[in-house]
């Protein structure tokens, strides 16, 4: 992946962005309220497929984009 | 020279697969050879197969920079990589095979005072664990790597380093295939091309593998899997804080001045050695995002050429000749996972990250331990599952050097 399509700025170098990271909530099987903490703290669900993340355009509009990306592939599917 | 290091390539032995064994190791990579090798020669179980989705040593243990180093920064890493250095060092004697080490010394220069500040105090604790390593001035660096730039080329001044005496480097498949030798000419069974699918479960106690080709049993089964550890752990039902992130690394045509230390920056996060066959090797930091992709990116070649010819300007003449990526394990804390799970019948040894390759004897040395005696040794104690649970994370990044 070398680029972002930010939907204020356009297509631009990936290093202007800044990984913000996965989102993702604690699964419902998780019922414990000490697992969900850890779970929420500290884990990541590190999918080989569709993850949805944030992305912070950190040299451009200085705003957070949501992106979902394929990560078998590292590409992204959609920006919003 | 060569001819000896010929003779020195111990086969390795292919057996047919039982369907039950004592113990099943996913991951036929350096840390699962590694365990399997020491169960057979330090405890006698012999009873033992690795699985491989692939080839051995075809993930992380055959695409890393080969660098065996201990200059950690916090007390627990420190002792748990030298005692890995030192296992290093006697390797060739132990299993008579060549792995081509060789000590170079770790030169890990500074641009900032920053990083001048986090090499000062990389040098006192390392020096208060009994490890050798020296803080340098911009002229020692001179006079150790005659070949760097000390103006970093009008943009990276370099302020100072520390030089970590024992450092060395290892031929990285070599090594996998001594592991691999010793532990199959005692009758460990390597299984190559055999992706797991699953867990077999008895209630809540895992009892082996299901595989593409069918269940295999066992008394006890340890994930030594590096980039697709989540989904292994997955069947479990155990979640790791654990990312998979890809690291570039490649060589260049050969350098015959030679360089004779290993040389890494803080801030710029990269690093450069040269090999046994002369090619300059260098690596630098993960893409900041996770994914599973190993194809090599122009951006990451690019960024690393540009960084790695700042220090060492004659690199700039250099063709690069080959380049590859590995998918690393890393944790949430830069620190490994090693041991039990919570889930009976089912270890674990990953957050190996950017610096499994120098883990490789320790880790598998340790895990065998555990697996024979049931017991956590008390040098892997601190690198458990569940420090995180009880805030007792083990945050060592900057000794990580790829970030």
Redesign the interface.
């Known amino acids: 992946m070398h680029e972002l399509d930010c939907p204020r700025c356009g297509r631009r170098p990936l290093d202007e962005f800044t990984f913000g990271g996965e989102r993702r909530p604690a699964p419902d099987w998780l019922t414990d309220p000490d697992d969900r903490d850890f779970d929420e703290v500290w884990v990541f669900e590190n999918p080989a497929g569709i993850t949805n993340e944030r992305w912070f355009h950190s040299a451009g509009c200085r705003r957070w984009l949501t992106v979902r990306r394929d990560t078998n592939a590292d590409r992204v599917v959609e920006i919003a | 020279m060569v001819s000896e290091h010929i003779a020195s390539l111990q086969p390795i032995a292919w057996h047919e697969p039982r369907d039950s064994y004592d113990v099943v190791i996913i991951g036929g990579g350096g840390h699962g050879l590694s365990t399997a090798y020491y169960l057979a020669t330090r405890h006698g179980i012999t009873n033992v197969a690795v699985v491989e989705v692939d080839y051995i040593a075809s993930g992380n243990t055959g695409r890393n920079t080969t660098i065996i180093r201990s200059n950690y920064a916090i007390p627990e890493a420190i002792r748990f990589y030298d005692h890995s250095r030192q296992l290093y060092a006697g390797l060739e004697a132990e299993t008579g095979a060549a792995i081509f080490h060789r000590v170079k010394g770790h030169v890990w220069i500074a641009h900032t005072e920053m990083g001048m500040r986090t090499e000062r105090g990389r040098v006192l604790m390392n020096q208060a664990m009994g490890v050798d390593t020296e803080l340098l001035g911009p002229a020692d660096v001179k006079r150790l790597v005659p070949q760097v730039d000390l103006t970093g080329a009008g943009r990276y001044a370099v302020l100072g380093a520390s030089h970590h005496v024992p450092a060395a480097t290892a031929r990285h498949d070599r090594v996998a295939w001594a592991f691999a030798s010793g532990a199959s000419s005692r009758g460990v069974h390597l299984i190559q091309h055999r992706p797991v699918t699953g867990l077999l479960r008895d209630g809540d106690r895992v009892v082996g593998v299901e595989t593409a080709a069918g269940p295999i049993r066992a008394g006890m089964v340890l994930s030594a899997v590096g980039g ?1 550890v ?2 292994v752990a997955a069947m479990a039902r155990i ?6 992130h ?1 690291l570039h690394a490649f060589v260049t045509n050969d350098f015959e001045q030679g360089l004779d230390k290993i040389v890494a920056s803080t801030e710029l996060a990269c690093y450069v050695s040269q090999t046994e066959r002369g090619q300059m090797l260098i690596g630098a930091e993960f ?7 190993r ?1 090599s ?3 990451a070649l690019r960024s690393y050429a540009y960084k790695i010819s700042a220090l060492l300007p004659f690199l700039r003449s250099m063709r690069i000749l080959r380049t590859w990526a590995g998918l690393c394990d890393i944790s ?1 804390d830069f620190s490994p996972i090693m041991g039990e799970t919570g889930v009976d019948g089912f270890l674990i040894t990953t957050g190996w990250g950017t610096w499994g390759f120098k883990a490789i004897p320790a880790g598998g040395e340790a895990m065998a331990e555990l697996i024979a005696t049931g017991r956590t040794p008390g040098l892997i104690a601190p690198f458990g599952l569940d420090r ?2 009880h805030d007792l994370a083990m945050a060592d990044q900057a000794s990580a050097g790829t970030r």
């Open positions: 697709w989540s989904q979640r790791l804080p654990v990312r998979t890809p893409d900041s995002q996770p994914s599973f992709s194809l990116s122009f951006d949430a995180f649970r």
